[in-house]
């Protein structure tokens, strides 16, 4: 805290900064989800059944998500016993309200992204432990894990949107410090606040029921990750002994993925907001540009997709077997542009004039020359 005390009184330069990282987690997060949906849709031999759909839409919605924040860059700042939650941005030139339900919307992207993450550890549970239960992803019954996620994240976007609202005494709360630290007037901008505590200390219950509903919502989740993940660390080992020495390392790497894919979302996605959303509790006298931790969200996909093409020994095969093919078409491409354009220096060589003029005896150049332009 002491660290933000000592900075100047403008966090304009933190803004920069977390937009600045978010253009990175776009271009990566499309780079590497383009190239993970390619190889498992026409790379990868295996065929991973229904797992393969879960496969497609996690990456899918991450590029979704990282170009969301890109046409919004919403950001957060922490005061005291608040956050306040704004964009500056008026994409396609539309109004603040607009502006205020996408940034809504924004998180309900956020929601169902953990959402998915958590019905990829029940596949893996399932596939291991009761296999008839994998039923439920087979066909139209796979719109179920999608409905779960939209419903979800849905239900997390309307929390945030009508629980924290404006009011008289939240605007009066965090005026001052927006235009101070920000030089923003809070009534032209699209923004959402949470505010704690009434000026004699009650709980402002609108604004702690979105915080309450978050807290249901990711203790929910995460206890489905972290209870698959504990399960199939100890039992994992009995239950493989019955499958294929080839299943049975396909499951040990989709399991050395899942605890890598606990990590990362914990470092990138559920720490950030656990800590913001928290924060306001105890009603520190504290000023910090919490938006600098959102710029996480976008590297999130980048880095998932990464795990997977590196640790499933599939994806490295694809992608080594894709790459010699591109050479291989490059170096082709190349011949044949170099062809190209020798017969072009050639054609031009051949109809230059000479440099002393026309001469009496026809050259071979000058003779092609008449050829051509006859």
Same mark, same amino acid.
């Given at each position: 805290?002491?660290? %933000?005390?000592? !900075?100047?009184?403008?966090?304009?330069?933190?803004?920069?900064?977390? !937009?600045?990282?978010?253009?990175?987690?776009?271009?990566?997060?499309?780079?590497?989800?383009?190239?993970?949906?390619?190889?498992?849709?026409?790379?990868?031999?295996?065929? $991973?059944?229904?797992?393969?759909?879960?496969?497609?839409?996690?990456? /899918?919605?991450?590029?979704?998500?990282?170009?969301?924040?890109?046409?919004?860059?919403?950001?957060?700042?922490?005061?005291?016993?608040?956050?306040? &939650?704004?964009?500056?941005?008026?994409?396609?030139?539309?109004?603040?309200?607009? #502006?205020?339900?996408?940034? /809504?919307?924004? =998180?309900?992207?956020? /929601?169902? =992204?953990?959402?998915?993450?958590?019905?990829?550890? #029940? &596949?893996?549970?399932? /596939?291991? %432990?009761?296999?008839?239960?994998?039923? $439920?992803?087979?066909?139209?019954?796979?719109?179920?894990?999608?409905?779960?996620?939209?419903?979800?994240?849905?239900?997390?976007?309307?929390?945030?949107?009508?629980?924290?609202?404006?009011?008289?005494?939240?605007?009066?709360?965090?005026?001052?410090?927006? *235009?101070?630290?920000?030089?923003?007037?809070?009534?032209?901008?699209?923004?959402?606040?949470?505010?704690?505590?009434?000026?004699?200390?009650?709980?402002?219950?609108?604004?702690?029921?979105?915080?309450?509903?978050?807290?249901?919502?990711?203790?929910? !989740?995460?206890?489905?990750?972290?209870?698959?993940?504990?399960?199939? &660390?100890?039992?994992?080992?009995?239950?493989?002994?019955?499958?294929?020495?080839? *299943?049975?390392?396909?499951?040990?790497?989709?399991?050395?993925?899942?605890?890598? !894919?606990?990590?990362? @979302?914990?470092?990138?996605?559920?720490?950030?907001?656990?800590?913001?959303?928290?924060?306001?509790?105890?009603?520190?006298?504290?000023?910090? @540009?919490?938006?600098?931790?959102?710029?996480?969200?976008?590297?999130?996909?980048?880095?998932?997709?990464?795990?997977?093409? &590196?640790?499933? =020994?599939?994806?490295?095969?694809?992608?080594?077997?894709?790459?010699?093919?591109?050479?291989?078409? *490059?170096?082709?491409?190349?011949?044949?542009?170099?062809?190209?354009?020798?017969?072009?220096?050639?054609?031009?060589?051949?109809?230059?004039?000479?440099?002393?003029?026309?001469?009496?005896?026809?050259?071979?150049?000058?003779?092609?020359?008449?050829?051509?332009?006859?």
């Amino acid at each position: 805290m002491d660290f %933000f005390r000592k !900075q100047s009184h403008s966090y304009k330069n933190w803004v920069t900064i977390a !937009q600045r990282v978010a253009e990175v987690g776009f271009c990566s997060t499309t780079v590497f989800c383009s190239i993970f949906i390619f190889l498992t849709i026409f790379g990868v031999k295996r065929n $991973f059944g229904s797992y393969k759909y879960l496969l497609i839409l996690f990456p /899918a919605v991450g590029i979704f998500f990282a170009t969301v924040e890109l046409i919004l860059y919403p950001n957060v700042h922490s005061f005291n016993a608040g956050y306040f &939650y704004y964009s500056t941005r008026r994409p396609f030139g539309v109004g603040i309200e607009i #502006v205020t339900v996408l940034m /809504a919307f924004y =998180t309900s992207i956020y /929601a169902s =992204t953990i959402c998915m993450l958590a019905v990829q550890f #029940v &596949y893996r549970y399932w /596939a291991i %432990f009761d296999e008839t239960k994998l039923r $439920f992803f087979k066909g139209w019954k796979f719109l179920f894990c999608v409905a779960y996620s939209v419903i979800v994240g849905a239900q997390w976007g309307l929390s945030m949107y009508f629980f924290n609202q404006m009011d008289d005494y939240s605007d009066h709360y965090m005026r001052d410090e927006l *235009l101070y630290r920000y030089d923003l007037n809070i009534t032209e901008i699209a923004r959402l606040c949470l505010v704690s505590y009434n000026a004699d200390g009650s709980l402002r219950w609108r604004n702690i029921s979105a915080t309450i509903d978050m807290n249901i919502f990711m203790i929910v !989740q995460y206890s489905i990750v972290i209870y698959c993940a504990v399960v199939m &660390y100890h039992k994992m080992e009995e239950k493989l002994k019955m499958l294929s020495v080839s *299943l049975r390392k396909l499951h040990k790497q989709f399991y050395k993925t899942l605890i890598l !894919q606990i990590f990362t @979302p914990t470092l990138c996605l559920f720490s950030p907001v656990v800590f913001i959303i928290y924060l306001p509790l105890f009603d520190l006298k504290v000023s910090i @540009p919490t938006g600098m931790f959102l710029c996480a969200f976008t590297l999130y996909p980048a880095l998932d997709a990464m795990i997977v093409m &590196y640790i499933v =020994t599939d994806y490295r095969k694809a992608a080594k077997r894709w790459w010699k093919i591109v050479l291989l078409k *490059l170096e082709k491409f190349s011949e044949m542009l170099k062809k190209v354009l020798d017969w072009i220096d050639e054609i031009l060589r051949l109809n230059e004039l000479p440099v002393d003029g026309p001469t009496n005896a026809p050259t071979k150049e000058t003779a092609l020359g008449s050829k051509v332009w006859a």
